[in-house]
């Protein structure tokens, strides 16, 4: 490409370690990094605003193409601890659920646990401003991110999805990936893996670049999120995209 790739990505705590290699890198000579939130930039790249991103996986079935270009996702194998359904009461006396306008793949996910594990019968509520403060009673939440972390603090009951997930199909659960909507050049993707993976490789310089006091960020960066894209993790997005596959039957081609 004789222009510069367009990459966007998130601007939360759990994307730090993917990030951090970007500084000083020569793959920066190659790209615009852009950031903002994970249905944002989602959908940036189904409209082709940007070339890569680093997106919700819920998305691929809306792309006409898409490429995975790293070795490396916002994934876990456990308690992830920053996507959770919150409520103050028990899971089968919940009623309705306030739904998290800044992820799609964690809303999908919620709703195939809601039909396909928990079997709830309980009413979806989309939002598209802060609601936390809804969360009472026989309401409950689906908080994602930063804003997750903080609410672990303020809810008595906490159903952590990919946790669930694990118990579900045990399988790893994949949140988000690099994905490119067009065939990349294999310099840039090598130079931009390398890059991606450094931070994974260096997560105590990372955590000390973000100090953080409502969480422990090296037991998040090390124990929750598990960022190597595996084969286990594959098979258990692709088991995700067939939940997505019976609702949208038309899914995109792959590499």
């Known amino acids: 490409m004789e222009r510069k790739v367009k990459v966007a990505a998130v601007s ?3 994307t730090k370690p993917l990030l951090f290699g970007f500084k000083d890198h020569p793959v920066l000579e190659m790209m ?4 903002d939130y994970p249905a944002k930039i989602a959908q940036q790249l189904i409209d082709g605003e940007v ?8 998305i691929i079935p809306k792309l006409k193409e898409y490429h995975i270009i790293a070795d490396y996702c916002i994934g876990a194998e456990g308690p992830v601890a920053s996507v959770c359904l919150y409520s103050e009461v028990p899971l089968n006396d919940i009623k309705r659920i306030y739904l998290d306008y800044q992820s799609r793949t964690s809303v999908a996910l919620l709703k195939v646990l809601i039909r396909e594990y928990w079997k709830l019968d309980v009413e979806f509520v989309n939002t598209s401003d802060t609601y936390q403060d809804k969360i009472k009673g026989a309401d409950a939440g689906l908080v994602i991110g930063d804003r997750a972390l903080v609410q672990r603090k303020v809810s008595p009951y906490i159903y952590d999805l990919a ?3 694990v118990r ?3 399988l790893p659960f994949v949140f988000a990936a690099w994905i490119s909507n067009k065939p990349l050049p294999i310099d840039f993707i090598k130079a931009f893996n390398d890059a991606t993976g450094t931070g994974i490789r260096n997560i105590p310089a990372v955590v000390v670049e973000n100090p953080y006091e409502v969480y422990d960020l090296t037991t998040y960066y090390i124990h929750n999120i ?3 894209l595996t084969p286990s993790k594959k098979q258990g997005m692709q088991r995700f995209l067939g939940y997505l596959l019976q609702e949208q039957p038309a899914a995109a081609s792959a590499s």
Request: proline fraction near 8%; avoid cysteine.
């Open 32 to 35: 615009e990094l852009s950031m």
């Open 51 to 58: 070339d890569v991103a680093l997106v919700p996986v819920a």
């Open 12 to 14: 939360y705590l759990n």
């Open 226 to 228: 598990s960022y190597p």
């Open 168 to 170: 579900f199909t045990s």
């Open 163 to 165: 946790e669930h997930w």
